[in-house]
């Protein structure tokens, strides 16, 4: 497979566009331009000159040496575009037609595909678009995708025609989801939008993940006498013969006589790369389908442009030592896959070691009715153990590099020995081919987020947690951070504390889980980019500069955590009104009009300590501090939270002033805070809280649910 890649890249470096003399038809497997595009966000149009067929680029789109254009990369707030460089004929308004001019028909078909920096968060999208010029003055980025603005969106003096390709929802513009395909006219609030899906060949509708980094064509067919616009989707070379959407619109309004074709796509706080690696259009036919084995395939994120010499020599050097390395590795794995034999290294951490076998029988062969959950670490299953009786939960977790493996299992042996009355006890571990296996003491009742977000699919309705329950918890999470931070041999950094990481024994009492997993995430997913381990809405902002996780990051986490059990919330509700959005800015607010009570959670019905809850809430606000040196240590948290009980009045310090919690407020104006609270994916959190009750540690998560954005991810 990478062989074919090498391959293909000395076929397109000496492949051209094709193009018919007039401008009414062109087709592109892959692409060159004019000049290199302009850089640094340059609205700077790089024209074609008489008769070039070779397209536009504007802003911070550029091609690679394969031909693979890339509109935008994952920096923060860009816009990319690309224009077929002559404007087209569209209409002529004084031809004697009805209306005085008819929109002429026109096709296209074009691949793309759109790769994330977080792997489940898109950050903005693209779109296909009809505009009077190429340079689209005034344009933002983020949720206007580099087509309009806050002040001009809307208006029918734009002249504006596009088929965006969605991935972040942005409630202002009632997106549907953030995974979808919509005509916008003038406006971003699309006119017909349709989640990104394909028809089979029995016509069967297939879900598409438009942010799934795989290459995707896209058909757009306008009949301009039946005024129908067609949107097709498939992952194939071939048009499926039902379009996602026909719908049925009257672009004579829109266009006007001469127009530019092109695309455009944005970043926001939250980016990904949008590649486009082919593009037909034909105005009055049907623009050929392209054959996505032809095209070129995205680069490696090690593959570095060189001149083609060099390429040429280094990709044969290349793909002998891939083929030699593919053998040795596919023996190696061969021989891996057909031994249960125990290595020695694995023998130094043999009392925590169970066999697979055992694990099998206690948990009935990994059925899939013993699962009690699963998140972004693996499954979780409820076993018992047929040598003790005693209830465990086993979570399983696939790990696809092998070489992390012995490191991790050190790193989980070294966790075993942690003990705490407040941390789920890690009892041992099992490695079985490239699947890690840890077994964990069985918590009766499941994750505290279940509790606190009741989710109405929940089958039987849990309990309110009492004030008393909330405030154990929180006291016993403190005090686990505390051990882990400072009491233990050497210092743990949890990375992902979040109430579905909270279990609640059968006591109530809680109980941190997934201690020390976050660190798998390292060697997960993008490659391409530094990943930032946690969750979002309990990211604190430096995380996701630095990407380093420090004490002071998990207070930060426990700083939400705090303020969520308080208040019954999320930490970004973006059903809730604006003023109370973001969670941590409404109790702000409310504690410096004194009115505090206002935000502690309406099912606890008045029933709570004042002072306790007076408490917690500073916690939470000092916590949320955005400067880390700023926050207090957990000694200093458990200190203030055990102080709360005894009858001397706990001198926590007052919250310090609201500017301190938005030292963002640049990034609230205007278009990056929005970007932000918008860009969370709905669909995650529903799956997970609507499953079975959730025991044992689940959902060391990728960056999750996206109701926890919360303001602090941003890095300016
Ligand atoms: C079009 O692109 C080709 C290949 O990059 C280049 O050789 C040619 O000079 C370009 N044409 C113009 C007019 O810039
Ligand atoms: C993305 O592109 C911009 C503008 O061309 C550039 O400044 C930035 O360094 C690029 N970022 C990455 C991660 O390549
Ligand atoms: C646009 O390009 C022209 C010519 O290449 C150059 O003189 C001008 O400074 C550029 N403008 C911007 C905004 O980069
Ligand atoms: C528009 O229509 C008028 C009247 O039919 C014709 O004279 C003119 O050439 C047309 N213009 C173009 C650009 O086709
Ligand atoms: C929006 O775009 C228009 C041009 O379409 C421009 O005149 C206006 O200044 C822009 N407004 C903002 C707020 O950028
Ligand atoms: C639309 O834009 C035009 C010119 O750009 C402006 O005069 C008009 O007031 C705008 N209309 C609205 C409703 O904003
Ligand atoms: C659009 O799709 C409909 C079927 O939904 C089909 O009948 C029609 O021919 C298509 N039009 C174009 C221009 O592709």
Redesign the pocket.
């Known amino acids: 497979m990478s062989e074919n890649l090498f391959f293909l890249k000395l076929l397109f470096l000496s492949i051209l566009p094709l193009a018919s003399s007039q401008h009414n038809e062109f087709i592109f497997t892959g692409f060159s331009a004019t000049t290199a595009g302009g850089g640094g966000g340059s609205n700077n149009v790089s024209s074609g000159g008489g008769g070039s067929n070779n397209v536009s680029l504007n802003g911070v789109a550029e091609i690679d040496n394969n031909g693979i254009l890339r509109l935008t990369n994952e920096t923060s707030r860009l816009i990319g575009r690309v224009f077929y460089p002559h404007p087209l004929l569209f209409k002529n308004s004084s031809a004697a037609d009805v209306g005085g001019g008819r929109v002429a028909s026109f096709s296209t078909a074009f691949a793309f595909a759109i790769v994330p920096e977080y792997p489940k968060l898109g950050g903005h999208g693209f779109a296909f678009v009809l505009a009077t010029t190429q340079k689209l003055a005034g344009a933002q980025p983020s949720q206007y995708l580099g087509l309009l603005n806050s002040?001009?969106n809307?208006?029918?003096?734009n002249h504006v025609f596009a088929v965006e390709f969605d991935t972040v929802q942005d409630f202002e513009f009632f997106d549907i989801n953030d995974n979808h395909v919509g005509v916008d006219v003038n406006s971003l609030v699309s006119s017909k939008s349709a989640a990104a899906s394909y028809y089979d060949s029995g016509g069967q509708p297939i879900p598409l993940n438009l942010k799934s980094g795989d290459t995707i064509q896209s058909w757009i067919d306008y009949d301009g006498k039946a005024k129908l616009l067609n949107v097709t989707l498939s992952p194939f070379s071939s048009k499926p013969k039902t379009p996602l959407f026909s719908f049925p619109i009257d672009l004579a309004p829109v266009l006007q006589n001469e127009m530019y074709v092109g695309f455009s796509a944005s970043t926001g706080l939250l980016a990904s790369s949008h590649y486009l690696f082919g593009w037909s259009f034909k105005m009055n036919g049907v623009a050929a389908s392209l054959d996505l084995s032809s095209l070129p395939s995205l680069p490696r994120p090690s593959d570095k442009k060189s001149p083609t010499f060099i390429a040429v020599s280094v990709s044969l050097s290349v793909i002998i030592f891939v083929l030699i390395a593919a053998a040795v590795a596919s023996y190696g794995f061969y021989r891996y896959k057909n031994r249960e034999i125990i290595e020695p290294w694995e023998l130094e951490y043999g009392p925590h070691r169970f066999t697979y076998k055992s694990l099998r029988r206690a948990t009935k062969g990994f059925r899939d009715r013993e699962l009690l959950g699963a998140g972004g670490f693996g499954k979780v299953y409820k076993g018992v153990l047929s040598s003790s009786g005693a209830d465990i939960a086993v979570k399983r977790i696939s790990h696809d590099s092998k070489q992390g493996i012995r490191e991790f299992v050190a790193e989980i042996a070294s966790i075993g020995r942690l003990r705490h009355r407040n941390l789920v006890q890690l009892q041992g571990w099992c490695r079985y081919k490239s699947d890690l296996l840890l077994v964990y003491d069985y918590m009766p009742n499941g994750s505290l987020d279940h509790f606190l977000f009741q989710s109405s699919a929940a089958a039987p309705p849990r309990p309110v947690l009492t004030w008393n329950d909330r405030f154990r918890i929180l006291r016993g999470v403190a005090s686990a951070l505390l051990y882990l931070h400072e009491e233990w041999e050497s210092v743990v950094i949890h990375r992902d504390i979040k109430a579905s990481n909270v279990l609640l024994d059968a006591d109530f009492n809680g109980r941190l889980g997934d201690f020390g997993l976050a660190k798998l995430h390292e060697h997960g997913a993008n490659p391409s980019t530094t990943r930032v381990v946690g969750t979002l809405g309990y990211l604190a902002p430096e995380l996701t500069r630095t990407g380093k996780a420090t004490a002071s990051s998990d207070a930060f986490a426990f700083g939400a955590l705090v303020l969520e059990v308080v208040c019954g919330r999320r930490p970004i509700e973006p059903k809730a009104s604006p003023e109370e959005l973001i969670l941590v800015d409404w109790v702000w607010e409310k504690w410096s009009e004194k009115q505090w009570r206002d935000v502690v959670d309406p099912m606890l019905e008045g029933r709570y300590e004042m002072e306790e809850v007076e408490v917690a809430i500073k916690v939470g606000l000092l916590c949320s501090q955005p400067i880390p040196a700023a926050r207090p240590t957990m000694r200093e948290v458990a200190r203030y939270l055990d102080g709360a009980d005894t009858t001397e009045v706990p001198n926590v310090p007052a919250p310090p002033p609201a500017e301190l919690y938005d030292g963002s407020s640049a990034v609230k104006e205007g278009m990056g805070f929005e970007d932000f609270v918008h860009s969370y994916p709905s669909s995650s959190f529903e799956k997970v809280s609507a499953s079975s009750p959730v025991t044992g540690p689940v959902d060391g998560g990728s960056p999750g649910p996206a109701s926890y954005m919360r303001v602090p991810l941003f890095s300016v």
């Open positions: 002040s001009d809307g208006n029918a003096t």
